[in-house]
């Protein structure tokens, strides 16, 4: 069963995903976007070359393009779906703390709301 990715989305409906996306350039958006189709029909079964565990309910897509690497955070949620939650063009070898603590402070935003039943921090992925 495919899964669906959704995009996060904060409560003033700014979109950090997609503006991400929209800044780079068409090849590597296509390769981001390709990555995040691969979770889609994949799902917990990339291969590490595609996806890992970052900690916790965080993981990482690892696209690459033309040399530059590019990370997108995300986590599962109820219904078969993971959040998109932050996405960085990765400039050093290790993942810096503070991208991955929004991801965390996403992804608890997001189960909270869930739980209220208040899912407007995300959205459905429109490409």
């Known amino acids: 069963m495919a899964w669906t990715v959704l995009y996060y989305e904060t409560a003033k409906g700014d979109k950090p995903i997609e503006a ?3 800044a780079l350039s068409d090849k590597a958006r296509a390769k981001c976007l390709a990555y ?3 979770l889609e029909t994949d799902g917990v079964h990339l291969p590490a070359s595609i996806a890992a565990h ?3 309910k965080i993981w990482e897509l690892r696209p ?3 040399g530059n690497e590019y990370r997108f955070f995300y986590g599962a949620i109820i219904g078969q779906r993971f959040v ?3 996405a960085i063009h990765k400039k050093t070898q290790k993942l810096r703390e503070g991208d991955v603590r929004i991801a ?3 992804y608890e ?3 909270e709301r869930i739980r209220h039943e208040d899912a ?3 959205h459905r992925r429109a490409n």
Do not use: D, P, Y
């Open 84 to 86: 998109i939650l932050h």
């Open 104 to 106: 965390e402070q996403r």
């Open 64 to 66: 690459e393009w033309s």
């Open 109 to 111: 935003a997001i189960k």
């Open 120 to 122: 407007s921090t995300i």
């Open 54 to 56: 970052v900690r916790g």
């Open 36 to 38: 995040i189709s691969r």
């Open 20 to 22: 991400f996306l929209n």
